[in-house]
């Protein structure tokens, strides 16, 4: 390999030059129609539907909870003002679910920033009023509030995760950050983890939890003498802002908001999924030890074994800031009216908070990648652009995918229900390791719009093994390579961190591989 090839690929590593944020009109594919539904709206952050079809939604800063009704508006008085939310910066009122047993259990839990003391508290709190939704003001008082979880770390003003979801389980998750901790992210705890809460049992209107009231008996950790490790069922995390539940598997999406490098999904199947297609309980997914699929920015000591890596990432060097948000698993039938293309069924939507660009991704022989394009994409790895400032997503009943925007809009994206949008062809470059940390040898995954060429090379950019000259593989779809460990003279590479880099034409694609023996 020539200084000059070197050179550049170590500087692909290492970084590209900072773009600002894309802005522009909403564009999805043909056949799709983005139609914002209410405007005016003060940065609403979260919001979760009730059965009746109502949404409620939280503003940011104002620490409101509102209503919105298809058709009639927003209610005038806001359901509750929750007092004492620490608001500015990240911080704030960041997640809102409703009980699943709703109206019998008339519950709403709200996730947000404390000013004093300084923390974060997920609290519960009673709805009264028009519980049937008929027409009336639907409330709720501060003098209900329960703590189901209080205490939790706050001392950076970032990395606060925000979310609040119901599984199919009738349990409680909770996203929380590591609060600018990077190594607490690796001891499970209240830093850089999914919390798994038995919500169920606790007594009706206001007051505190005990941490074993709340704390399910299959939680991984639930032996540990720490009680804030009992509720962990996931770990290893950075910013897990927002994810969102598969309503079919129970798995968790989970958008996990990078340093410098790189973006990630990951996929938890926590205990009772019906899938077992993600991470399984008590997975730890490496931050810091990994950014995405590149080497993190620390160590925090010896790397433990068992470090699940994302299924899908995406590289931030090129963009001035980034934060993922995951949209989940879009579910509908073919007979709802809204619903988008049936080849759409299955697939992750995700989007750039600050870029505006929504992913789809779709799941081919065990990977997930971008999925191929359809009509009227704005490019072949963009489904959609415009979604900027988009900070959570749900699908409603009728198929259409909804989504809450901190420019003080609430929308969605409906498709053309029965009617079917035909694939244009494939041109993206995706290429992926199957499993990591590989040990003894490597699996690749990888579809490529042109020929190409694929080479292993070591953390000092001098090139291990070709495992294939570049232009030697056709271009095609689901391409499967493997290293066996061994450089170009036969020999055992030793254990450590090495980089596939794959090259198709003009696109490139650099891979970060801990091969262990």
């Not at 939704?133 to 995760?161: C, F, K």
Request: charged residues 15%; hydrophobic residues 40%; contains cysteine.
């Amino acid at each position: 390999m020539t200084a000059s090839r070197t050179t550049a690929l170590l500087a692909l590593l290492a970084s590209l030059p900072l773009l600002a944020p894309v802005a522009g009109a909403q564009v999805v594919p043909t056949g799709m129609t983005v139609e914002p539904l209410v405007s005016g709206l003060s940065a609403p952050t979260a919001f979760d539907f009730l059965p009746d079809g109502r949404v409620l939604f939280v503003e940011q800063f104002t620490a409101r909870v509102r209503v919105f009704t298809l058709g009639t508006g927003v209610q005038v008085t806001p359901v509750i003002t929750v007092a004492g939310v620490n608001a500015g910066g990240e911080r704030g009122l960041l997640g809102v679910a409703v009980d699943p047993r709703f109206p019998s259990f008339p519950y709403l839990y709200v996730y947000y920033d404390v000013t004093s003391p300084q923390s974060i508290r997920i609290s519960r709190y009673t709805l009264t009023g028009d519980l049937a939704g008929t027409g009336g003001d639907l409330l709720a008082s501060g003098t209900s509030r329960y703590d189901v979880v209080d205490g939790i770390p706050d001392a950076a003003s970032n990395h606060n995760g925000g979310t609040v979801r119901f599984g199919v389980d009738g349990l409680l998750y909770a996203s929380l950050g590591d609060d600018a901790s990077s190594c607490s992210a690796q001891t499970p705890g209240f830093r850089g983890v999914i919390l798994r809460l038995e919500t169920r049992n606790l007594p009706p209107g206001a007051g505190r939890a005990f941490r074993a009231q709340v704390t399910p008996a299959d939680n991984p950790f639930v032996a540990s003498s720490d009680s804030a490790a009992r509720l962990v069922v996931a770990y290893g995390l950075r910013n897990p802002f927002r994810f969102q539940i598969d309503p079919d598997a129970g798995d968790l999406v989970i958008g996990d908001v990078g340093l410098v490098v790189r973006e990630e999904i990951d996929i938890l199947s926590p205990p009772g999924s019906s899938s077992g297609a993600g991470a399984p309980s008590g997975t730890n997914f490496g931050w810091p030890f990994f950014e995405g699929t590149a080497t993190g920015p620390t160590t925090c000591g010896a790397m433990p074994p068992g470090l699940v890596a994302p299924v899908w990432d995406y590289d931030r060097t090129s963009q001035a800031s980034a934060a993922i948000i995951s949209a989940g698993i879009y579910r509908a039938s073919a007979d709802d009216v809204r619903a988008l293309p049936a080849n759409h069924f299955g697939d992750i939507f995700a989007n750039d908070y600050y870029t505006g660009v929504l992913y789809r991704l779709h799941l081919s022989g065990g990977a997930w990648a971008i999925a191929a394009p359809v009509a009227g994409q704005p490019s072949p790895t963009h489904w959609g652009e415009g979604f900027g400032q988009v900070s959570d997503w749900r699908v409603r009943p009728d198929g259409s995918l909804w989504y809450c925007r901190q420019n003080g809009v609430i929308g969605r994206i409906s498709g053309p229900g029965l009617v079917d949008v035909p694939p244009a062809p494939r041109a993206a470059l995706a290429f992926r390791l199957r499993v990591s940390p590989a040990v003894g040898s490597a699996q690749f995954a990888l579809d490529t719009p042109a020929p190409a060429g694929l080479r292993i090379f070591d953390a000092s950019g001098r090139v291990v093994r070709e495992l294939a000259a570049p232009g030697s593989l056709a271009p095609g779809h689901g391409h499967t390579l493997a290293w066996d460990g061994r450089d170009e003279d036969g020999r055992e590479a030793p254990p450590g961190v090495y980089v596939a880099y794959v090259e198709a034409g003009s696109q490139r694609i650099a891979q970060r591989v801990v091969f262990l023996r």
